[in-house]
């Protein structure tokens, strides 16, 4: 074997039919980190003839590109290199002549993969990158096919691919370059019957969550946040993006805040397909899925990472790589979940929430590998740049905030850019902030009895008087943490 080989990384090439994709990713602590993406507009869909015959040109283009991959692939084990092909080399009828030059060109074998099979395994890379309790509707609306599953924990239920993708609706419905009604509505009624076949299982089935694993819908949510809406999809927002992008003449001259130029040609058709998915099933609301195709090779290619418990899994990591008390933040975790408890009835608290918590419990002290003194800083930067497998973006962006504000003075509009997710996070951080005070000692001390109470938004914290007389440096940060709540616009009582 090659001394040179690397035998802790690997690598996942998906010749899609819009756009070819590596991932190369390397174990570390337990988890994966991505260290390298590589993505080339390819559009090979746009290649087949009414034949079903690849063009020549088509076919270069696609060469080229593997070329560059290629270079790549050199230093990792032959054996932790998958190379996947989808919709389009499905359904080529000369695909063989882009495949045999393909694999002599990388000097790896290019598996094309049935749509079932292709949907199976996008769900698997949402299931090990998101935690999602109960069933899930995923969607992912590719070059030339569109996968929708609904699976539980990491077995999917329902699993289809459709003929339909922003590539192929491009050429069909959008080949003027005209953003008109006409043009949408053609789109959007031929995905309704492509769509349609499936309706009644899976409605009949049902989801307590939607994510979509597309370019199209972190698209869509990109313009969302540029124009200061959260990042949940609904279709309301989607026809109001459908209505702006109707605005401009044609898709040249399409210029929405947040859309970029390398999604601006086939946006508008992946637009309609999930318009289409979203009238015909009744989808409520959507989110962005931590993973897909490539996530999914990879995660089976290592059967020691398909652990259960993907948000442990990634607190683990984190506390090994970034050398954190794991026992401080069980303390932390602990005393916040203890106050928790007690609040939960009037909060309405959901095992999402307290897991989040937890997390940031956990995870409060991972900034001071930096150094102490602005390490609550440097902690919520070192999680905001940092995958987290487990939690969606919009939870990953909480647990950096509580993270950021867990100690210290904290701004009255720290969570505004939250949206909709304001109001857990101020609740949230309160505990946390209190969580941390209790356990400053970071010895197992036996607590006196804590009761914490809310009444008109304002929490009143009961202790032992004795206890805290006995205890003066610990009233006196108390008293300070009431200070640093009054200066947010909040108010915390600490009763003896």
Same mark, same amino acid.
């Given at each position: 074997?090659?001394?040179?080989?690397?035998?802790?990384?690997?690598?996942?090439?998906?010749?899609?039919?819009?756009?070819?994709?590596?991932?190369?990713?390397?174990?570390?602590?337990?988890?994966?980190?991505?260290?390298?993406?590589? =993505?080339? =507009?390819?559009?090979?869909?746009?290649?087949?003839?009414?034949?079903?015959?690849?063009?020549?040109?088509?076919?270069?283009?696609?060469?080229?590109?593997?070329?560059?991959? /290629?270079?790549?692939?050199?230093?990792?084990?032959?054996?932790?290199?998958?190379?996947?092909?989808?919709?389009?080399?499905?359904?080529?009828?000369?695909?063989?002549?882009?495949?045999?030059? /393909?694999?002599?060109?990388?000097?790896?074998?290019?598996?094309?993969?049935?749509?079932?099979?292709?949907?199976?395994?996008?769900?698997?890379?949402?299931?090990?990158?998101? &935690?999602?309790?109960?069933?899930?509707?995923?969607?992912?609306?590719?070059?030339?096919?569109?996968?929708?599953?609904?699976?539980?924990?990491?077995?999917?239920?329902?699993?289809?691919?459709?003929?339909?993708?922003?590539?192929?609706?491009?050429?069909?419905?959008?080949?003027?370059?005209?953003?008109?009604?006409?043009?949408?509505?053609?789109?959007?009624?031929?995905?309704?019957?492509?769509?349609?076949?499936?309706?009644?299982?899976?409605?009949?089935?049902?989801?307590?969550?939607?994510?979509?694993?597309?370019?199209?819908?972190?698209?869509?949510?990109?313009?969302?946040?540029?124009?200061?809406? %959260?990042?949940?999809?609904?279709?309301?927002?989607?026809?109001?993006?459908?209505?702006?992008?109707?605005?401009?003449?044609?898709? %040249?001259?399409?210029?929405?805040?947040?859309?970029?130029?390398? *999604?601006?040609?086939?946006?508008?058709?992946?637009?309609?397909?999930?318009?289409?998915?979203?009238?015909?099933?009744?989808?409520?609301?959507?989110?962005? /899925?931590?993973? &897909?195709?490539?996530?999914?090779?990879?995660?089976?290619?290592?059967?020691?990472?398909?652990?259960?418990?993907? *948000?442990?899994?990634?607190?683990?990591?984190?506390?090994?790589?970034?050398?954190?008390?794991?026992?401080?933040?069980?303390?932390?975790?602990?005393?916040?979940?203890?106050?928790?408890?007690?609040?939960?009835?009037?909060?309405?608290?959901?095992?999402?929430?307290?897991?989040?918590?937890?997390?940031?419990?956990?995870?409060?002290?991972?900034?001071?590998?930096?150094?102490?003194?602005?390490?609550?800083?440097?902690?919520?930067?070192?999680? =905001?740049?940092?995958?987290?497998?487990?939690?969606?973006?919009?939870?990953?962006?909480?647990?950096?905030?509580?993270?950021?504000?867990?100690?210290?003075?904290?701004?009255?509009?720290?969570?505004?850019?939250?949206?909709?997710?304001?109001?857990?996070?101020?609740?949230?951080?309160?505990?946390?902030?209190?969580?941390?005070?209790?356990?400053?000692?970071?010895?197992? %001390?036996?607590?006196?009895?804590?009761?914490?109470?809310?009444?008109?938004?304002?929490?009143?914290?009961?202790?032992? =008087?004795?206890?805290?007389?006995?205890?003066?440096?610990?009233?006196?940060?108390?008293?300070?943490?009431?200070?640093?709540?009054?200066? &947010?616009?909040?108010?915390?009582?600490?009763?003896?």
């Amino acid at each position: 074997m090659n001394s040179s080989l690397q035998d802790d990384l690997y690598a996942v090439i998906d010749l899609g039919s819009n756009s070819f994709h590596m991932l190369i990713a390397k174990t570390v602590a337990g988890s994966l980190q991505t260290i390298g993406r590589v =993505k080339r =507009k390819v559009r090979l869909a746009a290649g087949l003839n009414e034949q079903m015959q690849l063009s020549p040109r088509a076919m270069q283009r696609g060469w080229e590109c593997l070329a560059l991959f /290629a270079e790549r692939l050199q230093d990792i084990p032959p054996h932790q290199v998958k190379i996947v092909a989808t919709a389009t080399l499905r359904l080529a009828k000369n695909a063989d002549v882009f495949r045999e030059r /393909a694999e002599q060109i990388l000097g790896h074998p290019v598996h094309v993969i049935s749509g079932e099979e292709e949907a199976k395994t996008i769900y698997k890379g949402v299931a090990h990158t998101s &935690a999602c309790s109960g069933k899930q509707l995923v969607i992912d609306i590719g070059g030339a096919s569109t996968e929708i599953v609904i699976g539980e924990g990491h077995q999917a239920i329902h699993y289809t691919s459709l003929h339909m993708g922003c590539v192929t609706y491009l050429e069909s419905f959008f080949k003027d370059g005209l953003l008109s009604e006409a043009n949408y509505t053609q789109a959007i009624n031929a995905a309704k019957q492509t769509i349609a076949p499936i309706v009644a299982q899976y409605t009949q089935t049902g989801w307590e969550y939607a994510a979509g694993a597309s370019g199209t819908v972190q698209a869509i949510q990109e313009i969302m946040v540029a124009q200061r809406q %959260d990042e949940t999809l609904t279709l309301d927002k989607l026809l109001d993006i459908k209505s702006l992008t109707t605005q401009y003449a044609s898709i %040249d001259d399409l210029q929405l805040p947040g859309l970029s130029e390398e *999604r601006r040609l086939v946006f508008v058709s992946g637009l309609a397909i999930l318009i289409a998915i979203f009238e015909s099933l009744d989808v409520k609301s959507m989110g962005l /899925a931590g993973g &897909a195709l490539r996530e999914g090779v990879l995660y089976t290619m290592i059967p020691e990472l398909q652990r259960k418990d993907i *948000r442990q899994r990634t607190i683990e990591s984190f506390i090994a790589r970034y050398h954190i008390d794991s026992r401080q933040g069980e303390r932390v975790a602990c005393i916040a979940n203890l106050l928790l408890s007690q609040l939960a009835p009037q909060w309405h608290v959901s095992d999402t929430d307290s897991a989040l918590l937890k997390c940031a419990a956990m995870l409060h002290e991972v900034g001071l590998l930096i150094e102490y003194k602005k390490y609550p800083k440097h902690g919520a930067y070192i999680l =905001k740049n940092t995958d987290m497998p487990g939690f969606t973006r919009q939870q990953h962006k909480l647990i950096a905030q509580l993270v950021h504000y867990h100690k210290g003075d904290i701004s009255a509009g720290a969570f505004d850019s939250l949206g909709a997710h304001q109001q857990l996070a101020t609740r949230l951080v309160k505990i946390l902030r209190l969580a941390v005070t209790l356990s400053m000692r970071r010895q197992n %001390d036996v607590l006196p009895e804590l009761d914490i109470k809310e009444t008109n938004g304002e929490l009143t914290l009961n202790i032992d =008087k004795q206890w805290l007389e006995a205890h003066p440096l610990m009233f006196n940060e108390l008293e300070q943490e009431s200070i640093y709540h009054r200066n &947010a616009g909040w108010k915390l009582t600490i009763c003896k």
